[in-house]
């Protein structure tokens, strides 16, 4: 099976000792993953672009803040945002987003950092990764006003009227092990309606463990092999296949250099 996780974070808080992580996800077939960078507080956006560093052959980092953390970015914070995002390593701007589940920002405030990391993809011409929790409709509005058309929806866990809305604007959507929980039939339901040209397949690592794993800490890339299967089941065909065909989604959006088998 060749995989790529489109979409995890690998912080040393959660991960001592990166090489052992990539060591197990190369086992389980997994050729490259997306590490994302974001700002952790004023002055700090993590430890993403280091890892990368490192491991360039298997870590292509974004950089972004996320909606949670919109109200504590300060004006030094989106001068280095700009900087970061322009790095030739970094394929996407983003974690951007809304969350109105949390609502640790306020609403106002994560729509204007919303619509300002759009302006920095656009400044950059890369994709948007965007993070969305019950603000389907809110978000997509707001990327269709901006005038994206290329980026993810990353850990997507709408429905497919959901789903169509981004599909419409160009996104791929980006399948977390939440797919693998029996409770997440409308997620699996707009998995099997969406072309699987348009999918991609992640871990959120640390979070969101994917049966059988659910309930361990931490998730890790080398886990993303678990969705793939559940997106293959969904669509009705060999796993190879699908994992095959998500990983060269993800290459093909994010620019992510390793082999084409």
């Known amino acids: 099976m060749i995989l790529v996780d489109a979409h ?17 996800a190369r ?9 994302v960078g974001l700002l952790q507080k004023p002055g700090d956006f993590g430890h993403a672009l280091q890892a990368a560093r490192a491991h360039p052959d298997f870590l292509t980092p974004t950089m972004g803040i996320h909606p949670h953390d919109a109200a504590a970015a300060t004006p030094a914070d989106w001068a ?8 030739p390593e970094v394929c996407a701007v983003g974690e951007a987003g809304l969350d109105f589940f949390y609502d640790h920002s306020p609403r106002e405030v994560q729509a204007e950092s919303l619509r300002r990391q759009c302006a920095l993809a656009r400044q950059v011409d890369k994709p948007l990764v965007v993070h969305v929790r019950d603000a389907h409709v809110e978000c997509a509005a707001i990327l269709k006003s901006e ?3 290329r980026g993810m929806i990353h850990c997507f ?13 160009g996104f791929h959507l980006s399948i977390s092990g939440v797919v693998t929980y029996k ?32 309930g361990r800490w931490p998730n890790e890339p080398g886990w993303v092999a678990e969705t793939a299967k559940k997106v293959a089941e969904l669509k009705g065909m060999e796993a190879d296949q699908a994992a095959l065909a998500c ?3 993800a290459k ?5 250099r390793f082999p084409s088998p």
């Open 80 to 87: 280095t945002l700009e900087k970061l995002v322009a790095l």
């Open 247 to 249: 990983a060269l989604n």
């Open 8 to 24: 995890c974070h690998l912080e040393p808080k959660d991960f001592p000792v990166i090489a052992e992580v990539i060591e197990r």
């Open 157 to 169: 866990t709408g429905d497919p009227g959901a789903a169509r809305r981004y599909l419409d604007l």
């Open 252 to 256: 093909a959006l994010l620019g992510l």
């Open 147 to 149: 005038g994206m058309s």
């Open 27 to 35: 086992a389980a077939g997994v050729v490259h993953a997306v590490v």
């Open 183 to 214: 409770k997440s039939e409308a997620l699996q339901a707009a998995v099997a309606f969406a072309p699987l040209e348009r999918l991609l397949v992640e871990t959120d690592a640390p979070y969101l463990s994917p049966v059988p794993h659910r």
